[in-house]
C-alpha cells in the first residue's frame, strides 16, 4: 500500500471496517466472494439447511442448481419487450403480453436445462464456484443481530427459496450462447458507426461482464458512436481529465474549497467498509480526487453525500479489464497496476459519474427538488398500483419521504449488492433518462415486491424497519431481472399518463 | 408477534455536524455495537428501543438519526415537528462541531413550536481524550446557559451512553406527568403506548393514527 501522512492510523482502522455491520443503508458489500468473510462461514453453513427444508426440492448448493436453471431467457426475448416499445398498449394487454412472454421463457428454459446440465463444469465466472460465493446466495448476515432496526426481520419469514422462473442470469452456465452474445456485442461495436439504439436494446437486458467498460462507455455518451474516433477520444478525455486535476487538485486546501475536501476525505475511508478494496489508500485517494474534482466544476450541488456511492459501479468495472480473470475484482490490490493503468481507470471513472450526474443533478442542489419530486411521485404511482399497501402505510403513518429518500440519493446502492446495482446500470443506461426517470419505475417495483412483507408487519416500527433493511443480500441477476420486468411493465402503464400529474410535487 | 408492553411512546431526533457520531450512539444504545466506521447517513434513520423511566414503567423510544451534513437539512428539519426530545451531539474532537451548536439549537427550536420538546447536549467520542479540543467545562457551560442537561459520551466505551437516553426519558416522562407536555392529536411526539390489556389505549391509539387527506 502506498504510505502517505496518514496511512497508518488508517491502517489501524481497517481491521475494524472488515467486522460484519449492518445499519440502515450500510452498502452491502459484494462483487464477488470474498463476502462474508471466511470466519462467518461455519456459522452460515449450519443454519442454511434449515432455510434448504423450506424449500422443495432446494439441495445444499440450491444456488448453484437455480443458476443452472436460470438460463438465457431474456436474450432472445428482450426483443418481445422492445417491440412493445413501439405499440400504444392497453393496461390489459402489457399484462397479456408479459405473461406471454414469462411463459415463453418457461418453456425456453425447460429445454435449455438438460443440455446445460452437462455444461456446468465450464463455469468460467469469477467468484461463482468458490463457497463463500455459495453461502452468499441466502439472507444470513444479519442472524446475530438482536436489537431493532438492524434487519432483526431478514430470517422470520420474508424469505422464500427463489423460483424457478426462467430470467436470464448473466454470467451464467451456457458458454456457447454467451460467446455468441459477446461476438455480437464486438460487432455492434465494430460497426463505423454505431446506432446507439441497436446498442441499448442488446444491453437492455445485460452485458456480458467482458464487453460491459467499452459497452458503459458509450451508452453513457462518453465515447463517441463513430468506432475510429474513440481511441482519440479516450485519450483527449484523459488528458483533460489530468489537466483538471493539475490545475484545480492543489485548490482544495484553499478557503473556498476546503470544507468540501474535508467531507469527502472524511466519507471516502468509511463508505464500503466491508469490501477490502476500498481500504486500500491508494483507492481511497482516486476516490477523493474524481469526487473533489467533479464538485468544484459542479458548485450548484458540490459534493453530497451519497454521490461518493455512485463512483463505485463504474471504477469497479473499469478496473475488471484490467484484472487476471480469475482475481475477485474486489480483493484487487491496486498497487500491482501500473499507474498509467489507474490513470486510465481513474478518468474514465470520473467521465463516465459525471455523465451519469448530468441527468440527475437536481436530486443534490438546493433542497434536493429532483428527490423531492421522486418521492412524491413514488407515492402517486403506488398509489395507484398497490392501494392496500399504500393505504397500510398511510394508516400506520409511514411517509414516503421516510424510507425513499435514500432509494432517490443512492440509486439504491445501499439496498441492493453492488453486483446487482452494477447489473441495474445495465439497463439505466439503457433508458433515456435512465437514472432518473426509468429508476422511479424501479422503486416502485422495488417496493411492491415488498408489499406482502410489509403488510405483515402491524405498525410503523415494524414497516420502517423493514424497509431500511429490506432482505435483499440474497440478490442475483434474477432478482434484479424480475424487478426491470415489473418496472418495465410499469412504465408503459403509466407512459401516458400526463407528466404533471404523476410528478406533481 | 406480540408487542412488549410500555406506557408512552417518545420520539427523539438526534442532531449536530457530520461525522459527530450520531449513528454510533443510536447503534451502541439500540443493539450495544461499536463500529469504526460506517457509510454517512443520508436523509434520516429510524431506531427503536424500550426503556425503564421508573420501576415499572416502561417507554418506547423511537429515535430519528440524521444526516449532519448541510445539503440535507431541508429534509431532516421536517421531522423536527413530531420531536418531543432533541439531542444535539458534537465531537469533543473536533472544535467546529462545538461551535455549531447554538445554530443547531437554534433551528430546532425554531422548527419544534410550537410545540415544547427537552433537549440534551452531548458531547460525544469523549473516549479521544488524547484530541480533544473541547473542554468538559465548555460543554457544560453551554448547556446550563441555555438551561439544558449536558453529558460526554462515548460509544467505543459505552460512557453515559445509557445515561443520557435515560435522562431524556425520564425528563420528557416528569413533564408528561407535570402537564407541561400533553398527548396531541396530529403531533407524533408523544403517544400512548400500550399498558394493562383491559384497556382501550390500543383502539383509540389506531384511530389516532389514521390521517386522512
Redesign the interface.
Known amino acids: 500500500m502506498a504510505s502517505l501522512s496518514s496511512g497508518s492510523s488508517r491502517d489501524s482502522?481497517a481491521g475494524?471496517?472488515k467486522?460484519n455491520?449492518s445499519?440502515?443503508?450500510?452498502?452491502k458489500p459484494v462483487y464477488g466472494a470474498q463476502y462474508p468473510p471466511p470466519q462467518s462461514n461455519i456459522s452460515i453453513s449450519a443454519k442454511q439447511p434449515k432455510k434448504d427444508e423450506k424449500g422443495k426440492n432446494i439441495k445444499h448448493d440450491a444456488f448453484h442448481e437455480f443458476e443452472n436453471k436460470t438460463s438465457d431467457a431474456w436474450d432472445d426475448g428482450d426483443d418481445d419487450l422492445i417491440q412493445m416499445a413501439n405499440l400504444k398498449l392497453s393496461l390489459k394487454d402489457v399484462h397479456t403480453s408479459a405473461k406471454v412472454v414469462l411463459d415463453n421463457h418457461s418453456k425456453k428454459a425447460n429445454s435449455l436445462q438438460k443440455q446445460q446440465e452437462g455444461e456446468t463444469a465450464n463455469h468460467t465466472i469469477k467468484g461463482l464456484n468458490s463457497p463463500q460465493s455459495q453461502s452468499q446466495s441466502f439472507p444470513h448476515h444479519h442472524h446475530h443481530?438482536?436489537?431493532?432496526?438492524?434487519g432483526v426481520r431478514l430470517n422470520s419469514g420474508g424469505y422464500q427459496p427463489p423460483k424457478m422462473t426462467s430470467i436470464r442470469y448473466v454470467t451464467n452456465a451456457a458458454p456457447d450462447r454467451e460467446a455468441a452474445r459477446i461476438d455480437k456485442f464486438k460487432a455492434v461495436f465494430a460497426e463505423p458507426s454505431l446506432d446507439l439504439n441497436d446498442l441499448r436494446k442488446l444491453c437492455w437486458s445485460g452485458i456480458p461482464k467482458s464487453v460491459r467498460p467499452t459497452a458503459w462507455k458509450i451508452l453513457s455518451g462518453y465515447l463517441p458512436t463513430a468506432a475510429d474516433r474513440r481511441q482519440e477520444t479516450l485519450e483527449r478525455k484523459r488528458k483533460e481529465y489530468f489537466g483538471y486535476i493539475e490545475q484545480y487538485y492543489d485548490t482544495r486546501y484553499q478557503d473556498l474549497h476546503e470544507e468540501t475536501f474535508r467531507?469527502i476525505h472524511?466519507?471516502i475511508?468509511?463508505?464500503?467498509?466491508l469490501i477490502p478494496i476500498f481500504q486500500q489508500l491508494i483507492v481511497q485517494e482516486i476516490f477523493e480526487r474524481i469526487l473533489y474534482i467533479w464538485a468544484i466544476r459542479h458548485p450548484a450541488?458540490?459534493y453530497?453525500?451519497?454521490i461518493?456511492d455512485l463512483v463505485t459501479p463504474f471504477f469497479v468495472v473499469f478496473l475488471s479489464e484490467y484484472i487476471e480473470n480469475d482475481i475477485e475484482v474486489e480483493n484487487c490490490d491496486l498497487t500491482e497496476l501500473s499507474q498509467e493503468t489507474r490513470d486510465l481507470i481513474e478518468a474514465d471513472s470520473f467521465w463516465c459519474m459525471s455523465k451519469l450526474l448530468d441527468g440527475i443533478q437536481d436530486n443534490?442542489t438546493?433542497?434536493?427538488p429532483g428527490?423531492q419530486m421522486k418521492v412524491n411521485a413514488l407515492r402517486e404511482l403506488i398509489k395507484r398500483i398497490d392501494v392496500p399497501l399504500f393505504n397500510h402505510l398511510?394508516?400506520?403513518?409511514v411517509e414516503f419521504?421516510?424510507f425513499s429518500?435514500?432509494w432517490m440519493?443512492?440509486l439504491l446502492m445501499?439496498e441492493i449488492p453492488l453486483r446487482c446495482t452494477i447489473r441495474l446500470w445495465d439497463t439505466y443506461q439503457s433508458e433515456i433518462n435512465g437514472f432518473a426517470d426509468f429508476h422511479l419505475y424501479v422503486c416502485a417495483a422495488f417496493l411492491k415486491r415488498f408489499s406482502e412483507e410489509s403488510l405483515r408487519e402491524?405498525?410503523?416500527?415494524?414497516i420502517?424497519?423493514l424497509l431500511?433493511n429490506l432482505p435483499t443480500l440474497h440478490w442475483r441477476d434474477k432478482e434484479i431481472s424480475e424487478l426491470l420486468a415489473e418496472a418495465y411493465k410499469l412504465k408503459y402503464m403509466f407512459a401516458d399518463a400526463p407528466r404533471h400529474l404523476l410528478l406533481k410535487s | 408477534?406480540c408487542?412488549p408492553i410500555f406506557e408512552y411512546q417518545f420520539r427523539l431526533i438526534l442532531i449536530g455536524d457530520?461525522?459527530v457520531g450520531k449513528?454510533s450512539l443510536l447503534?451502541y444504545f439500540?443493539?450495544?455495537?461499536f463500529?469504526?466506521?460506517?457509510?454517512?447517513?443520508?436523509?434520516?434513520?429510524?431506531?427503536?428501543?424500550l426503556m425503564e423511566v421508573k420501576p415499572g414503567v416502561r417507554v418506547?423510544l423511537?429515535l430519528w438519526?440524521t444526516?449532519g451534513?448541510e445539503?440535507?437539512r431541508?429534509?431532516t428539519r421536517?421531522y423536527y415537528r413530531n420531536s418531543v426530545g432533541v439531542m444535539i451531539v458534537y465531537d469533543i474532537s473536533k472544535r467546529s462541531s462545538f461551535e455549531n451548536l447554538k445554530e443547531w439549537y437554534e433551528e430546532a427550536r425554531e422548527h419544534i413550536e410550537p410545540h415544547k420538546a427537552i433537549f440534551v447536549i452531548l458531547g460525544h467520542k469523549a473516549d479521544n481524550e488524547e484530541n480533544r479540543q473541547v473542554t468538559s467545562r465548555e460543554g457544560r457551560r453551554f448547556a446550563e446557559m441555555h438551561g439544558l442537561k449536558f453529558f460526554e459520551t462515548s460509544a467505543k466505551t459505552g460512557q453515559n451512553v445509557e445515561e443520557a437516553f435515560a435522562s431524556i426519558a425520564k425528563d420528557t416522562y416528569q413533564h408528561l406527568q407535570d402537564g407541561h407536555i400533553k398527548i396531541e392529536e396530529g403531533w407524533?411526539g408523544v403517544k400512548a403506548g400500550f399498558s394493562r390489556p383491559k384497556e382501550t389505549v390500543q383502539l383509540a391509539e389506531a384511530e389516532g393514527?389514521?390521517?386522512c387527506?
Not at chain 1, 145 to 150: F, N
Not at chain 1, 269 to 273: A, F, G, K, T
Not at chain 1, 394 to 397: A, I, S
Open positions: 482502522k475494524f471496517w467486522k455491520s445499519v440502515p443503508g450500510s452498502i443481530h438482536g436489537g431493532p432496526g438492524l467531507q472524511i466519507d475511508p468509511r463508505m464500503n467498509p450541488s458540490g453530497v453525500q451519497g461518493n443534490y438546493f433542497a434536493q428527490i398511510e394508516r400506520q403513518g419521504l421516510q429518500f435514500r440519493n443512492n445501499r402491524h405498525d410503523f416500527q415494524g420502517l424497519m431500511q | 408477534m408487542d457530520s461525522t449513528s447503534r439500540t443493539d450495544g455495537k463500529d469504526e466506521a460506517c457509510d454517512p447517513t443520508v436523509g434520516v434513520d429510524f431506531y427503536a428501543r418506547k423511537q438519526d444526516a451534513q445539503r440535507f431541508s429534509i421536517s407524533d393514527e389514521s390521517r387527506c
